[in-house]
């Protein structure tokens, strides 16, 4: 289950440097399509077309902010769990908080842009969280089983 | 003893995972929704601190079987002939825009937009629908304006879908006057958008000779632009001296600025209803929203110089006698505030002293509906299905206050009723818009099955299909809920 939590938690990591890449992606196309004469608009927005290809880009980043990364986020949580490394629950934990935080503040950015800055901070905090989260599950994975309650003793 | 523990820690991890997907699995399980339903039957009643006449057997589904009349019933005279009869056929077809663009979509009689039904006020319209090869199955409803109940066009509500082969005839009495449109009630969101749709120019008796009617549905085809079906420029003939009257239509799901370049003009009415006392305006934008209609009043320049109505940021219509050759303007910083745009009139009714009040709340949370996760739209807290169910009485003054908290713009409209601005944000209106039909209620009218005499249920909005925008937080109105259908 070691292995499993600290996947996890790279893939939070991971799916973060999407979600960047995917949203520059996005609003760099936008600024492509409106510079050769398309009229970025409500209707627009709204349409099922897609006025340029790279509008594919800030679609991945809803879905997978509002859907996919919650889900990975609950799934650290419960792996915490079964996963016997100290201090995971805890880091999972916080993972799952800064990914609510982080979808709050980007919907909240809609009405109120500077919240969308804080998403942008946010989202260096969270990819932090993960690194974090898994590079600890690493340190344990490679040192011997050490039960909390005796590490505890031996550092006391 | 670590085996002991160990297995005690396995427990403890299964247990806290029940704790954190338990709710989860239950709000999934919660949220799935019946094969089919009635929309009827559909959330919780609201009576606003009215009487609740006899609807509170909502849950007894025998309910029906009291006395009361069937929303059927509510039909046009029918033995009066009518004045304006029009066939529209409906087709799903691939089809050649005015513009000469071919688009995949649906047509009415050939064409989309589908042909403008003008009639005059105290006139007897019926419109018979044929849909010779539309799968889904269409409906029209007829956008803004208050027809009787039955001929609301509400698919699922009001009448049964039209299947292929089928028809259906709509007839109601022009008691209005202004622009409305009409388009399917059925799979709205795919069949509007796909064509199914066109203007309603419902005018007085009397009409001004130097006044030039001039009709502009914007309307977006697979992301292209259009105005009456038109790419770019739409050229209009209209002399010297004389005034078009630009009945801008936005059909489409996002509100829309319009503006004119050129000539000042006055917006005249919204949303199908005059305003009162409209003063001239220039370098102002006028927003149209979701579904809505504003009426636009141009003053020819006596030189013979063209005016561009831009609608939007691609459609424009050109009003020109020699040249058409009209200069673009961008869009205006400023931005028309309806509150205080005219002068007041009387409204018939007190808003002060209204016989119910209902809050209506928008918000967005996450949660499942029928069964899939999502941040989903929410009326005073609840998701669909479960959402109030404005309960009124006909005479009813209703007093409403809606807040948007969800940080986006959402469109709606309320069917059958119309209803006045007080306030936005705490600031009255003083103004001269006393009747924003379809732009800021939030219910719509619908009631299913037999109901007991004199009692209107307004039914909770499925805001997902509803069409027309707001996005004033805090906006407050009234209503009064017309006789209808007697």
């Known amino acids: ?41 409500k209707s627009v927005m709204e349409s099922d077309e897609s006025p340029f290809p790279e509008i ?39 993972v799952l908080l800064f990914v609510v935080l982080q979808v709050a503040l980007g919907l909240l950015g809609h009405g109120v842009p500077a919240l969308g800055a804080l998403h942008g901070l946010n989202a260096l905090v969270l990819f932090s969280a993960a690194i974090y989260a898994a590079r600890r599950a690493r340190a344990v994975a490679a040192s011997p089983v050490v039960e909390p309650q005796e590490r505890i003793a031996t550092s006391g | 003893m670590r085996w002991g523990s160990s297995r005690a820690r396995l427990r403890l991890a299964c247990a806290a995972t029940v704790v954190v997907i338990g709710p989860l699995v239950w709000f999934w399980q919660a949220s799935l929704l019946p094969e089919a339903y009635s929309v009827v039957d559909m959330g919780y009643p609201d009576v606003g601190g009215g009487p609740a006449g006899h609807l509170m057997a909502h849950g007894t589904h025998g309910s029906h079987a009291m006395a009361g009349r069937s929303l059927t019933s509510l039909r046009a005279d029918p033995g009066r002939p009518p004045d304006v ?51 889904d199955g269409v ?37 209005q006057v202004g622009t409305f449109w009409y388009h399917s009630h059925q799979m709205s969101h795919q069949q509007v958008r796909g064509g199914l749709l066109g203007a309603l120019v419902l005018t007085p008796a009397e009409h001004a000779a130097d006044v030039v009617d001039v009709v502009a549905l914007v309307h977006r085809y697979h992301g ?29 799901n996002g509100p829309m600025s319009a503006w004119v370049a050129g000539a000042p003009f006055r917006l005249v009415a919204v949303d199908g ?3 009162n006392g409209p003063t001239p305006l220039r370098d102002t934008a006028v927003l149209v929203t979701a ?72 918000g967005r949370r996450p949660g499942f509906v029928d069964g899939r996760p999502g941040l989903w739209w ?22 409403m206050r809606i807040a948007n908290h969800s940080g986006d713009v959402h469109p709606m409209h309320l069917h059958g009723h119309h209803a006045v601005v007080l306030s936005r944000n705490g600031e009255p209106t003083t103004g001269g818009a006393p009747d924003l039909r379809g732009r800021h209620h939030a219910v719509r009218r619908g009631w299913g099955g037999a109901q007991p005499a004199g009692v209107r249920r307004v039914c909770g909005v499925r805001i997902a299909d509803a069409r027309a925008a707001f996005r004033e937080v805090n906006t407050r109105c009234a209503f009064r809920v017309a006789p209808r259908g007697a």
């Open chain 1, 56 to 94: 594919v880009g800030i679609i991945i980043h809803g879905v997978n902010g509002m859907i996919v990364i919650p889900a990975i986020a609950l799934l650290l949580v419960v792996s915490s769990f079964f996963a016997r490394i100290p201090g995971a629950v805890k880091w999972a934990g916080l």
């Open chain 2, 291 to 362: 579904g809505g209609r504003a009426d636009l009043e141009v003053a020819m320049p006596a030189g013979g110089s063209p005016v561009r109505v831009h609608l939007g940021g691609s459609a424009t219509v050109v009003l020109g006698s020699t040249s058409f050759d009209a200069p673009a303007l961008p869009k205006p910083k400023t931005t028309l505030d309806l509150l205080s745009y005219g002068t007041p009139a009387p409204l018939g009714f007190d808003p002060a002293t209204p016989d119910r009040r209902f809050r209506y709340e928008i």
């Open chain 2, 378 to 399: 929410s009326v005073n807290g609840h998701l669909f299905p479960d959402v109030p169910m404005y309960v009124v009485a006909e005479g009813d003054v209703v007093r």
């Open chain 2, 224 to 252: 292209v632009g259009t105005v009456n079906g038109q790419e770019g420029d739409a050229p209009v003939a209209v002399r010297p001296g004389d005034r078009a009257r630009v009945r801008v239509i936005n059909t489409d």
């Open chain 2, 139 to 175: 409906t029209l409803h007829w956008h803004g304006v208050d027809v009787p109940n039955a001929e609301d066009g509400v698919a699922g509500v009001t009448q049964d879908v039209v299947g292929v082969g089928k028809e259906f005839t709509y007839r109601f009495v022009a008691e």
């Open chain 1, 1 to 41: 289950m070691k292995a499993v939590y600290r996947a996890l938690a790279y893939v939070v990591a991971a799916e973060v440097i999407v979600q960047a890449m995917a949203m520059v992606y996005g609003i760099a196309g936008l600024g492509k399509w409106v510079d050769s004469g398309g009229v970025f608009d």
């Open chain 2, 85 to 135: 009869a029009v066939t529209l056929t409906a087709r799903q077809q691939r089809s050649r825009l005015p513009s000469g663009r071919a688009v995949d979509g649906y047509t009415l009689n050939g064409q989309s937009p589908g042909p403008v039904v003008r009639a005059s006020v105290g006139q007897m319209v019926q419109v018979r629908l044929v849909n010779e090869s539309v799968p």
């Open chain 2, 273 to 275: 209803t005059d305003l």
